[in-house]
């Protein structure tokens, strides 16, 4: 996250912004529920794609975050990408996180298309809880 970024978080929605970088090791303040978009560009179909490769690839700080804190629900988005070159790595996510209790009941994608929620872009999101 850069500071542009926490500028615009503050301006819209008047709260404060922390500008840090999520890892793996970080200690995540106590929730009941995890909800992450990890960037996208690891998976994007307009970009290399290289997803786990991707010094970008956020999956590993919010399975962290899932396996700290122990949220009653967690649920996660990302591009479409992330099923088709990155499908096994998907598969791998999904299972680190059963391992950690949780039920993952279909393995099926759920698509979101984002105008669904009001936004001006039209982008396909992958969503999965």
Same mark, same amino acid.
């Given at each position: ?50 997803? %786990?490769?991707?010094? +970008? !690839? ?5 399975? @962290?975050?899932?396996?700290? #804190? *122990? ?11 992330? %099923?088709?070159?990155? +499908? !096994? ?5 999904? @299972?680190?996180?059963?391992? #950690? *209790? ?28």
């Amino acid at each position: 996250m850069d500071a542009d970024c926490c500028a615009t978080y503050r301006h819209n929605l008047h709260r404060d912004c922390v500008q840090i970088m999520l890892h793996s090791g970080y200690i995540f303040p106590k929730a009941q529920i995890v909800i992450g978009g990890p960037p996208c560009q690891p998976f994007s179909v307009g970009g290399y794609q290289r997803g %786990m490769q991707d010094m +970008r !690839d956020g999956f590993p700080a919010f399975i @962290a975050a899932v396996q700290q #804190l *122990g949220p009653d629900i967690w649920m996660f988005e990302n591009v479409r990408g992330l %099923m088709y070159r990155n +499908r !096994d790595y998907l598969g791998l996510i999904l @299972a680190e996180l059963e391992g #950690l *209790g949780y039920v993952v009941p279909d393995r099926k994608p759920c698509f979101l298309y984002t105008t669904m929620t009001g936004s001006v872009f039209i982008k396909r999101r992958f969503l999965k809880n």
